[in-house]
């Protein structure tokens, strides 16, 4: 099976505008995604998906494969879904821009549940939640599973309640923003209608859960190190810098 990863990368964001670009001891964030995502073994091909000829002539500059998706996307899926619409391939790897460290075998990791099991459309990752403030944190999404391992539900909130002095058993798990899917299933979910709990909690994947769709959640250590923000930017290179000395 032919295993394609699409990096969504955009220049204009809310929170920290032109991230992809932003140096990481002397690389863009973006090569810095793009060269942990080729390490995959079951990545045959790498690409970023932007609107920015920016980011496009960063990615083609460092050896990179980058292709321009309009800016009329509304997700990160829809560009995904754009840029692979004509490249063949069975599954499609999203990986977030924001993550430079993300590590190759959790990328492998969400594709195997797609490879062992043919009725599968849609994989995802998750790891165990390790402190309060995350717990707390809205930009911290929450995921909650069946027997299975299939996704239940994601919010932005503490799912499921837990009672002041209520003792739980379980451990709650973050949602990490890396999704595998089957070409054809990603081309018919990106043409689906915004579903009300997606927007409600502006979380896409919730519409495949409300459209009937099951979700795999795979458990990793991995915990993800998004950059959303320049402070975050400062705390990864302060991290990597510290592993240098």
């Not at 505008?17 to 995604?33: C, F, Q, R, S």
């Not at 995959?40 to 980011?55: E, F, G, H, Q, Y």
């Not at 054809?184 to 459209?211: C, V």
Request: glycine share 6%; with cysteine; proline share 4%.
């Amino acid at each position: 099976m032919k295993v394609i990863a699409v990096i969504p990368a955009r220049y204009h964001s809310s929170r920290f505008e032109g991230k992809a670009l932003a140096d990481i001891h002397g690389k863009p964030m973006i090569e810095w995604v793009y060269r942990q995502v080729v390490k995959s073994l079951l990545v045959n091909k790498t690409i970023v998906a932007t609107d920015d000829k920016r980011i496009f002539r960063v990615v083609t500059k460092f050896g990179g494969d980058a292709v321009m998706t309009s800016a009329d996307n509304k997700t990160g899926t829809d560009r995904i879904a754009e840029s692979v619409k004509s490249i063949r391939t069975d599954l499609v790897v999203n990986v977030q821009g924001d993550e430079p460290l993300i590590s190759p075998e959790v990328i492998d990791s969400v594709v195997q549940p797609l490879l062992d099991n043919s009725k599968l459309q849609m994989a995802t990752a998750a790891c165990k939640i390790k402190n309060k403030q995350e717990l707390d944190n809205p930009n911290v999404v929450k995921v909650t599973m069946d027997y299975q391992g299939n996704a239940l539900y994601f919010s932005r909130s503490i799912i499921p309640y837990q009672g002041k002095h209520q003792e739980n058993p379980f451990h709650f798990y973050k949602h990490l923003g890396i999704y595998s899917y089957r070409k054809d299933f990603l081309l018919h979910f990106s043409g689906l209608p915004q579903s009300i709990l997606e927007k409600t909690e502006k979380l896409e994947q919730l519409r495949a859960l409300e459209n009937g769709y099951k979700i795999k959640v795979v458990k990793t250590t991995y915990d993800g190190i998004g950059v959303d923000t320049e402070e975050d930017l400062e705390k990864l290179i302060q991290l990597l810098k510290s592993r240098i000395n």
